[in-house]
């Protein structure tokens, strides 16, 4: 029998329809296939039916809900504003106005705790902090000035390190946690969100080949992003070791806020202090084993002695929220003798 006119154009519309829907899932596989696990992307896709961007982090937005691509190339719901995580301020928060001529590069390696200190930093001025990223996540939760990087904003993070990445800034803080700690909490990061965790699976997995890979090239940008903010750029630096902040956060808060050549408000501060804690910072969980082997914490320890030195020989221009650095690397350390050169550094079969 032939098809009547109203079966026909049923058929026609539900071809149509998976036509439409085969087109949406392509363009949607095609912008994750373009993302490296376990790496940064700095590409950004669009398409969909609500709309999805990819942006530096790995952070996916469908529509209106939020997600990031973890290493294995799983989707991680990131963590989202609501009653029970809402910030609360210490004051109203504002941009710099007049925007200030002075540009300062809160400067780190990824897993450094950044976002933490960008935190105490605007409960203890009230002022935003800008980035050269936009993570929608923090955009959400407390970071309205993401992808804001002139003088409205009191810093400005970056992870960058080139002569690029130095150019716009007058002033740099770098914030300097011990690279095994920072390296793990990036691994944790890539793979659980800004507070969450990779399973202990993850580790192990390929008998470990992975997790070396991981740790062997982010050592490296660990270093390179230090030594070049120490040894090229050539405005004020102000270094802030992350266990220094964690002892002791009114220190290294005064001694900032001193650094960007602001007043300390004394009810701001210690409205900061009160509230230090924040949702930004990732609690401590214990493995059972683990991840680091001796030759890997081995050769983590010598790039780490390789950036404490090239701290050390460019003290006279270097202020620290660690007024004993000095003195007990020099007593630690006096093989160094700041000569950088006799350092070893890892080598490609570490």
Not at 29 to 40: E, H, V
Not at 99 to 127: E, M
Not at 171 to 193: M, V
């Amino acid at each position: 029998m032939p098809l009547s006119n109203g079966s026909w154009r049923g058929r026609v519309l539900l071809v149509g329809l998976l036509l439409v829907f085969y087109l949406i899932a392509a363009v949607f596989i095609s912008g994750l296939s373009d993302i490296q696990p376990g790496g940064l992307s700095n590409r950004v896709f669009r398409g969909g039916p609500g709309g999805f961007i990819i942006a530096h982090d790995n952070s996916l937005r469908l529509g209106s809900r939020l997600y990031r691509v973890g290493n294995g190339g799983g989707i991680i719901p990131v963590l989202q504003a609501n009653r029970r995580l809402r910030l609360q301020w210490c004051s109203a928060l504002k941009f710099d106005d007049p925007p200030s001529k002075t540009i300062t590069a809160l400067v780190s390696f990824p897993g450094s705790g950044n976002t933490w200190l960008r935190y105490l930093i605007q409960q203890a001025t009230g002022i935003y902090t800008g980035s050269i990223y936009i993570d929608f996540g923090l955009l959400k939760n407390g970071f309205p000035a993401e992808k804001v990087t002139d003088g409205s904003v009191i810093v400005v993070k970056t992870h960058e390190s080139s002569a690029k990445g130095r150019a716009p800034f007058s002033k740099a803080i770098l914030l300097l946690r011990s690279p095994a700690a920072a390296i793990q909490a990036e691994f944790n990061r890539q793979s659980g969100g800004h507070v969450g965790f990779a399973s202990p699976d993850r580790y192990k997995r390929h008998k470990g080949e992975l997790w070396m890979q991981f740790v062997r090239q982010n050592i490296k940008i660990w270093r390179r992003t230090y030594i070049d903010w120490l040894t090229q750029f050539t405005g004020p630096i102000h270094i802030i070791f992350y266990d220094k902040l964690v002892d002791n956060v009114e220190h290294t808060l005064r001694g900032l806020i001193e650094f960007l050549g602001r007043p300390i408000d004394k009810e701001l501060l210690q409205c900061a202090i009160e509230r230090k804690e924040g949702i930004y910072r990732r609690h401590k969980r214990i493995l059972n084993f683990d991840p680091f082997t001796k030759k890997m914490r081995a050769f983590i320890q010598n790039e780490q002695n390789y950036v404490f030195n090239v701290i050390y020989s460019y003290r006279s221009r270097i202020t620290t929220n660690d007024e004993n650095f000095f003195t007990k690397f020099r007593r630690q350390h006096p093989q160094f003798n700041n000569n950088i050169s006799t350092i070893t550094t890892i080598s490609n079969e570490s």
